[in-house]
């Protein structure tokens, strides 16, 4: 990416029609199922804004399903108001962001502090890439703006290395990603042999930043002092990347794959040529096995774990359906490497005898 078509991405981001909001719990008032009122302000929100804000409240998706089968709209209004005007825990607060040409909420996102806005993430991004000489490779961005940002990093100095014969891969890319109550940062890998892309978030909090203060980032901003987390995450994924060659994924796990494709919005026709759980399924249930979750996480499919993994990653490198900044891409590949670092269904063991 070179610095013009950089700008120009971070451009169309930062003029994006959307307003922030942050609130407190109790400042947001219920109106009915899906209508809220914040001061002055009334608004409708989809089903599942309501239920952003029903978790931010710490209300479960089973106590709303009581009221409305118990008392109707009312009674999940009611509900509503009586968790929002209790303390929230930590005194947490939420951000909502708006579509100000739609008039509609976008996003309703708890925060521990103090709301972290694009441009501040920019600034961080651009001192980062000064500091530690990278360059931007890729920016992706949730077309309605308040999704979150992603910004994958490529070294000046590459560090190459081998998953296997002649397959290599970048190792030290950086990947950078926003949404309104943090920062955070973590491996980005490129395979040479296929220019798949490949994203692993740190899991450590003390990488993720939660305020745009100075204090808060600069400590982000050493390549040194982050360099032994991020080479805990290289190893760990090197550790299961060679175990997912040698290990044949479960039916459930096809499975597990497969929702993450339906979960972007792929079409089923799609997702079942590019990972046929439902025919593999189907098989095992006309040879008479039982395909409930618990067998079908004993049962064998014809793909390696790796293979799911390209599957799953080559569709979110290469895919025509999605634009080149789609922020579906990074988190797709986020995706990709959960299901490669979780625990295998189906073992294998060393064996010296």
């Known amino acids: 990416m070179d610095s013009n078509y950089y700008h120009k991405t971070k451009k169309e981001i930062l003029d994006l029609p959307i307003c922030y909001r942050t609130i407190e719990a109790k400042e947001i008032i219920a109106l009915g199922e899906n209508h809220y009122s914040v001061g002055n302000a009334t608004f409708e929100v989809s089903p599942e804004i309501a239920n952003a804000i029903d978790h931010f409240a710490g209300i479960k998706k089973e106590q709303t399903q009581i009221a409305h089968d118990s008392y109707g709209e009312q009674g999940v209004t009611n509900l509503r108001n009586f968790f929002g005007q209790a303390e929230v825990k930590h005194g947490k607060r939420l951000v909502l962001a708006a579509d100000t040409v739609d008039k509609r909420i976008v996003k309703a996102l708890p925060i521990k502090n103090t709301m972290i806005p694009p441009e501040a993430f920019f600034d961080f991004a651009e001192m980062f890439m000064d500091k530690n000489d990278y360059l931007p490779e890729k920016v992706e961005y949730n077309q309605v703006g308040a999704g979150g940002i992603s910004i994958m990093l490529k070294p000046v100095n590459e560090q190459i290395m081998e998953f296997s014969p002649g397959d290599d891969f970048v190792s030290n890319g950086i990947y950078l990603k926003w949404n309104p109550g943090e920062i955070n940062l973590g491996n980005y890998y490129e395979r040479l042999i296929c220019s798949n892309g490949a994203t692993q978030v740190s ?38 990347a060679r175990l997912a060659i040698d290990t044949t994924a479960s039916v459930r796990e096809l499975g597990i794959a497969s929702k993450i494709l339906n979960r972007y919005g792929v079409q089923p026709d799609n997702v079942n040529k590019l990972l046929p759980y439902d025919q593999t399924r189907e098989k095992y249930k006309q040879a008479g096995f039982p395909t409930d979750s618990h067998h079908m996480a004993q049962a064998k499919s014809e793909f390696s774990m790796w293979e799911i993994f390209n ?40 064996n010296i005898f």
């Open 311 to 350: 599957i799953l990653t080559y569709f979110a490198t290469h895919n025509k359906i999605w634009s080149d900044s789609d922020i579906r891409r990074s988190s797709l590949m986020e995706d990709g490497m959960t299901l490669l670092l979780r625990e295998r269904d189906i073992k294998q063991y060393y």
């Open 203 to 240: 899991e450590h909090s003390f990488m993720q930043a939660n305020s745009p203060a100075l204090t808060e980032l600069e400590r982000m901003l050493d390549y040194e002092s982050i360099s032994a987390l991020l080479k805990n995450n290289l190893e760990k994924m090197l550790v299961n």
